[in-house]
């Protein structure tokens, strides 16, 4: 079969993260073949290489190399991007399925070699056939995910539907206060002035003209990963932190 045998679908309007994804797997994933740029809405942008979401085990970061360590059984990997998780847990031998909401991400995934549907998570969880998991993965940061207290919540609750007993959640989230830079904390400050979690960011992905829609993506302090889970059916039982940011493993309270 050749590579465009495979090729993913075009990016739908608005899907910014899949043009630049796209746009990297074309280049097989080099460094430096496109930019991944994150504005926040207070105005700051920032900017990384989407190459890492190639990169092989070796090359990741230390927190998102223990996700792939502390996984058992069968894996749900929740935001899965190009598939590298996936693909690694698949060759120790884990039964695994990504879920990804863009068609060309998930195109990116299934072209690589993994097993991917493309679903929103919320859908994904609730739909027939789902199955049910022994671990779920939150890799790249994505613990952000969780947004706000109400819908991390809410989909942590729903995630214990296609639990199986001792199930795991594991991620990758940051501090938002590990910080010396007045911007980010004077961000945060604001955003607790206003209600929100000081790691609340309110934030769009944007490559060349096309920008997705604006989303809540959610940093937490493992302090305040484990008030969040109050009432979920979750507890934080694991923190280990490295460079880019810490691991985190949630079990079944």
């Given at each position: 079969m050749?590579?465009?045998?495979?090729?993913?679908?075009?990016?739908?309007?608005?899907d910014?993260?899949?043009?630049?994804?796209?746009?990297?797997?074309?280049?097989?994933?080099?460094?430096?073949?496109?930019?991944?740029?994150?504005?926040?809405?207070?105005?700051?942008?920032?900017?990384?290489?989407?190459?890492?979401?190639?990169?092989?085990?070796?090359?990741?970061?230390?927190?998102?190399?223990?996700?792939?360590?502390?996984?058992r059984?069968?894996?749900?990997?929740?935001?899965?991007?190009?598939?590298?998780?996936?693909?690694?847990?698949?060759?120790?031998?884990?039964?695994?399925?990504?879920?990804?909401a863009?068609?060309?991400?998930?195109?990116?995934?299934?072209?690589?070699?993994?097993?991917?549907?493309?679903?929103?998570?919320?859908?994904?969880?609730?739909?027939?056939?789902?199955?049910?998991?022994?671990?779920?993965?939150?890799g790249?940061?994505?613990?952000?995910?969780?947004?706000s207290?109400?819908?991390?919540?809410?989909?942590?609750?729903?995630?214990?539907?296609?639990?199986?007993?001792?199930?795991?959640?594991?991620?990758?989230?940051?501090?938002?206060?590990?910080?010396?830079?007045?911007?980010?904390?004077?961000?945060?400050?604001?955003?607790?002035?206003?209600?929100?979690?000081?790691?609340?960011?309110?934030?769009?992905?944007?490559?060349?003209?096309?920008?997705?829609?604006?989303?809540?993506?959610?940093?937490?302090?493992?302090?305040?990963?484990?008030?969040?889970?109050?009432?979920?059916?979750?507890?934080?039982?694991?923190?280990?932190?490295?460079?880019?940011?810490?691991?985190?493993?949630?079990?079944?309270?």
């Open positions: 050749s590579r465009d045998d495979v090729a993913p679908p075009a990016p739908e309007s608005g910014a993260f899949g043009a630049l994804l796209l746009r990297c797997w074309r280049a097989n994933g080099a460094p430096g073949s496109a930019a991944e740029i994150v504005e926040r809405e207070d105005g700051f942008i920032g900017w990384s290489d989407p190459s890492r979401y190639f990169a092989p085990y070796a090359d990741w970061d230390l927190p998102e190399r223990l996700l792939a360590d502390w996984s059984g069968r894996v749900l990997d929740i935001g899965c991007g190009a598939g590298r998780h996936l693909l690694e847990l698949a060759r120790r031998g884990l039964e695994t399925t990504g879920i990804d863009s068609a060309t991400v998930t195109g990116i995934a299934r072209a690589r070699g993994a097993n991917v549907e493309c679903a929103d998570v919320f859908d994904f969880v609730n739909g027939a056939g789902a199955g049910t998991f022994d671990t779920f993965l939150l790249g940061g994505n613990l952000g995910i969780l947004g207290r109400e819908r991390g919540r809410s989909l942590l609750r729903d995630l214990r539907r296609i639990s199986r007993p001792g199930a795991r959640l594991l991620g990758v989230t940051s501090d938002p206060l590990a910080t010396t830079n007045p911007v980010h904390l004077d961000y945060a400050r604001l955003n607790v002035a206003s209600g929100r979690m000081a790691g609340q960011d309110r934030i769009r992905v944007r490559y060349h003209k096309m920008a997705s829609p604006w989303f809540d993506y959610l940093s937490l302090a493992p302090a305040e990963l484990e008030e969040f889970t109050a009432g979920t059916g979750w507890k934080l039982s694991r923190v280990d932190e490295g460079d880019g940011g810490y691991a985190a493993e949630l079990t079944l309270a």
